[in-house]
């Protein structure tokens, strides 16, 4: 990853935007943690296919990438990294300075979902609101999962990564519930004028997408709803950590399909580089292009 695609600016429509770094997280196992349910020939066909040797593929290093709006009135972000999950996290606050914006100037957090590399940055090193003049956003049924005793059985995850799935919400989403506005997760919502909520449940039981529009031009936020872009390929390969691999076919095919029919650009929270790009069709799924720029 070089070190000129973070902080990166583009605009949709007349709103400006920003895509800035929190940092990286170097995934071990990758082809079992994203593709857990694929047959074993066929995926490893299918990591030849796309330059990856199966039997040397042992880390995928994830970018954890926010995404500013600034709108004709608010200044907007889209989830907030992972905060302190791992000695390369945590970047947040120093790169959105970087990129001209100070803590109080973000007026709405928007978090997609409750897994730690999304609210980790909701808080500060003393547990304390780390925007402390916005309004949090979090789908209902979000919070109402992880701030409970979440039933984390249906994860092809070991047991120490279903303990820190559990922790980082209860200790993060309780220090921000006075900011917080829970919104309904099955329906599509409108946040701030522009940009809106769009359900997107099955990686986790609430978790939701973001389209941004302004004029004629449009964003669609996927979040977690793709991990790798192999997933366009296999819309049916799920990962470990999906909680429900069958609603989760259901919203990738809805909103891929969305992406690739309206030629809509898309940020996939966790691809290479930027996690910005185009999605076509190819034969009976899609594939992806990603957007280059300086």
Not at 9 to 33: H, I, M, N, S, W
Not at 135 to 145: N, T
Not at 240 to 258: I, S
Request: overall charge negative.
């Amino acid at each position: 990853m070089t070190s000129n695609e973070f902080p990166y600016r583009f605009t949709v429509g007349a709103f400006d935007c920003l895509v800035v770094q929190d940092g990286t997280f170097a995934y071990p196992y990758p082809a079992q943690l994203f593709f857990a349910n694929a047959p074993e020939a066929e995926r490893r066909q299918t990591l030849r296919a796309h330059a990856i040797d199966p039997d040397q593929w042992d880390e995928y290093v994830s970018p954890y990438p926010s995404v500013v709006i600034e709108t004709n009135d608010q200044t907007i972000l889209i989830d907030t990294g992972a905060g302190d999950l791992a000695p390369t996290t945590g970047n947040l606050q120093s790169n959105l300075r970087t990129g001209g914006f100070d803590a109080e100037d973000i007026d709405t957090v928007v978090l997609t979902h409750g897994h730690p590399d999304h609210i980790g940055g909701c808080v500060d090193d003393d547990g304390k609101p780390a925007f402390p003049d916005a309004r949090y956003v979090i789908p209902d049924s979000e919070w109402e999962f992880w701030t409970s005793e979440p039933d984390l059985s249906d994860l092809i995850v070991d047991e120490e990564i279903k303990t820190l799935l559990r922790e980082v919400p209860q200790k993060v989403l309780p220090a921000v519930e006075a900011q917080l506005d829970r919104i309904d997760a099955d329906t599509e919502t409108e946040i701030v004028p522009g940009v809106r909520a769009l359900p997107a449940p099955g990686h986790s039981p609430g978790h939701m997408a973001v389209s941004v529009a302004s004029e004629d031009d449009r964003l669609l936020h996927l979040a977690d709803t793709v991990f790798h872009p192999i997933h366009l390929e296999h819309p049916d390969w799920h990962a470990a950590l999906d909680h429900d691999p069958d609603q989760l076919v259901e919203t990738r095919t809805r909103l891929l399909e969305e992406a690739a029919t309206e030629s809509i650009p898309v940020l996939a929270y966790h691809f290479p580089s930027r996690g910005l790009g185009q999605i076509s069709r190819s034969r009976e799924a899609w594939e992806w292009r990603p957007i280059e720029g300086n």
